[in-house]
């Protein structure tokens, strides 16, 4: 059979463990199945004429790789992926001058806009998100048809543990302003206090260039203020290779989101790395991934209100033998997720069209 070849822009380095990398890594196989030799590349190369297909993320910037890449298009296929919400997730950051603000929100929409409207095809990572991009490309007046929509969930990374004996509480992730670890800090001292053994860490609070480390600081100095410190392990960001040792101990996982849209369309990787490794998920998100997690009892819903949030967490900490049940769980989530929320026919159709051939 034909080998064909699909270019994959990625605007992150590969070495880097962010949504982005694996988003692109789980792309890059999914195309494989279907004969498409992915080569994947932070800039434009000289021989872009030679690549049938190209696939690029969306994004808000003027000069990023995609809207590079439409500047110097050559007889190419655009498959763009629409697997964040990203004008919901840039509202949900509010800067201080409210007028500012909207003016950036404007021109970043312009930019999805121009992208969005030069795609052969789109890409989702769930069902909510197709829904949400077709509502927002009818309302842009931009001719798109549903036959041009595809959904491909892909994996996350997998954790092997050896689990030890739990003592240890975990914050995994970023700490963004749509990501909010606050109530939770302030819930560690009734949570202390009703299990003195336990300890908590966070990994992965920063990545470097994301631009958010001014509200990380912020956020952990609540920790240092509320005299919490001793108790708190604080893990830079670690691939999947070197995460086991730091998972070992931990009992359950809590995940606390902004109640914004981009929650609620949003794809967690994180969220999956952690269930992969067997670990359950104490969550109060509207994700796609938090329903299936309180749905399936991989884990449980929570509230973001001070008092409850830490009679929560104690109670849940309480009853090792419905940890251990959600465990079980966890390992087998992820593989029902990608089984519901997969649907491809579409991308069948448009590979195997005669008119790319």
Known sequence: MHTRKILMLSPEI???????TIRIKGMSEFFKKFNLKADIFQKLPDNLE?????????STKKDSITSDFLKNRANNIFILDLYTPILLEKKAI?????????YNLLKQRQVVKNIVSQADHFLFANHRQKEYWARQIMEWGIKKSKIQFSIVPTNAPVVKVKKKKGKSLLWFGGIYPWINPIPLFKALPYIFTKNPSINFKIIGGFQKGTGYYGYYEKSLSLIKNLGLKEKVGIISWQKPAKLSKYLEDVIVAVHIPAKTGEDFYSYRFRLL???NAGIPVLTSGSDIISKYIVQKKAGAQIVTNDDVLAKQIVLALKNPQKIKKWSTMAKKLESIIIKRETDIKNFLKFINDVKHL
């Open 14 to 20: 590969r070495t880097k463990e962010t949504g982005i």
């Open 50 to 58: 030679s690549y049938e297909f190209v696939y690029a993320l969306i």
């Open 94 to 102: 509010r800067a201080k001058n409210y007028f500012l603000n909207k």
């Open 273 to 275: 790395t952690l269930l």
